[in-house]
């Protein structure tokens, strides 16, 4: 079985604060997929990074930036110098390579960001 | 073009009712998605399509059917809907199946009276 687990319900900070999403997930698979979404208010879910198990190396995207550690089976995603329209639900999702798993994606419950001025 | 759209954006209906929704995508994707989502909850997968072929039904109730006229297009068709299937109905799409990612449409906000 896949599970992923975003302990934090919700995070709130104020613009310009770093703010860290966590992200454990467990899998007996050796190869597998990571993701974060983005959900602002609007409802549609964005795409924002994948990571590959056999990749661990850190990224960076702009004031985003994502730790991968095999070691402890987690993808954290941090927001650098936080702003208003990063309020939003972000999501990480798991998906396995095996056939029998088809590709689904096991997603997190989810944090609720909340940036205030 | 990176976009998937859906039709409507909200939609009203009645338990007798016959709805559908539609789904849209030129990315040339071949892997095509429904998922419900309640309110501060994660999105539930329904449905995919791999290849315009129905690949993954999660035991969905027959009141939803799903349709692929091609590749490019999905449908969700309803009828004698529960309240409790009031909810927002996302499409994504994806090159394929497995190993990719999904890109989701704005989704669907249904409510059911």
């Known amino acids: 079985a896949q599970k992923v687990t975003q302990a934090q319900t919700e995070i709130s900070v104020v613009e310009k604060e770093d703010v860290t999403l966590d992200c454990v997930y467990e899998?007996?698979?050796?190869?597998?997929?990571l993701f974060w979404y983005k959900q602002p208010p609007s409802g549609e879910l964005v795409f924002l990074i994948r990571?590959?198990?056999?990749?661990?190396q850190n990224e960076i995207s702009g004031r985003y930036s994502w730790n991968f550690q095999k070691s402890t089976s987690s993808f954290n995603f941090t927001i650098t110098a936080s702003q208003v329209v990063d309020s939003a639900v972000y999501f990480c999702a798991l998906s396995e390579a095996r056939t029998d798993s088809w590709g689904k994606f096991q997603f997190g419950a989810g944090t609720q960001v909340v940036v205030t001025p | 073009d990176t976009e998937v759209t859906q039709t409507p954006k909200h939609l009203v209906m009645g338990m007798t009712n016959k709805k559908s929704l539609k789904c849209e995508q030129h990315m040339g994707h071949r892997a095509m998605y429904w998922y419900k989502q309640k309110a501060k909850k994660p999105p539930e997968l329904m449905f995919v399509?791999?290849?315009?072929?129905?690949?993954i039904n999660e035991s969905v109730p027959s009141r939803f059917s799903p349709e692929c006229p091609n590749s490019s297009l999905l449908n969700l068709h309803l009828h004698a809907l529960q309240p409790e299937d009031s909810a927002l109905y996302l499409c994504?799409?994806?090159?394929?199946?497995?190993?990719?990612?999904?890109?989701f449409g704005p989704g669907t906000r249904l409510t059911v009276l």
């Open positions: 899998t007996r698979d050796t190869t597998y997929y």
């Open positions: 990571r590959n198990s056999f990749d661990e």
């Open positions: 399509y791999s290849y315009e072929k129905l690949s």
């Open positions: 994504a799409s994806s090159q394929r199946q497995v190993y990719n990612e999904q890109f």
